[in-house]
């Protein structure tokens, strides 16, 4: 996320295309001892001494055991990463009284619990339930607008809304257990004549659900302190 140079005979870029590598590389050869910071998304402060070597015993440095075990996967580059995850744990820690909206199919039940908000962020809150003695492998689980239901043979339009990050990774629910998360969303609304879907699918399964929301329930979401 961030990156200091203790001088400029050396130089640092994130790798093109990729969020999670550091190119670095000396500007001019025997330059005196130096030291590089580097942040990260989950928060961390990393230093090192940086001195010139023609002949690198170490080309590769990892510090991927300072990271938390569950990490989290952002599909957008322009957002606080660190900011929002702090605000998707808060929402997942909030308050609800009862669900926006559930659907139910085959002892397996999906609900919306709430919406938070802050800094034109949406984070949604879900909770899957399997009420089953067979586990549930989750396929793909997806955000979209689409049209109300209109008569036959009349095209219909879905967008696809694209989680900026999931609070955490569910694969799997296992049987007669229940786990809840939050999924990160740019900021939208709802037009007129629309409502957001959210679909989950049983991987090698056909236990599918879907929950929908109008945009008066979207619009009253809580905004988190």
Avoid at 1 to 19: H, N, P, T, Y
């Amino acid at each position: 996320m961030s990156v200091d140079r203790g001088s400029r005979f050396i130089l640092a870029q994130k790798a093109k295309g990729v969020e999670n590598i550091l190119q670095v590389k000396a500007a001019r050869d025997s330059f005196p001892e130096t030291n590089l910071s580097v942040i990260t998304a989950d928060g961390r402060l990393s230093s090192f001494v940086v001195n010139y070597s023609s002949q690198p015993q170490n080309l590769n440095i990892s510090i991927t055991e300072s990271t938390p075990k569950n990490s989290i996967t952002f599909s957008e580059a322009n957002y606080n990463k660190a900011e929002v995850t702090r605000y998707a744990k808060a929402a997942l820690n909030s308050d609800v009284s009862s669900s926006l909206s559930r659907d139910k199919n085959a002892g397996i039940s999906l609900s919306v619990l709430g919406f938070f908000t802050h800094n034109d962020v949406i984070y949604c809150r879900l909770e899957i339930e399997n009420r089953t003695n067979i586990g549930y492998d989750i396929n793909q689980l997806r955000f979209f607008i689409r049209d109300q239901q209109k008569a036959k043979r009349t095209a219909t339009q879905e967008i696809e809304v694209t989680p900026i990050l999931s609070e955490k990774e569910i694969s799997a629910i296992k049987a007669n257990s229940m786990q809840s998360v939050v999924f990160a969303l740019p900021k939208f609304t709802i037009p007129d004549k629309k409502y957001l879907a959210i679909q989950l699918m049983e991987k090698n399964g056909g236990r599918q659900l879907e929950v929908h929301i109008r945009n008066k329930k979207l619009v009253r979401a809580r905004l988190l302190p």
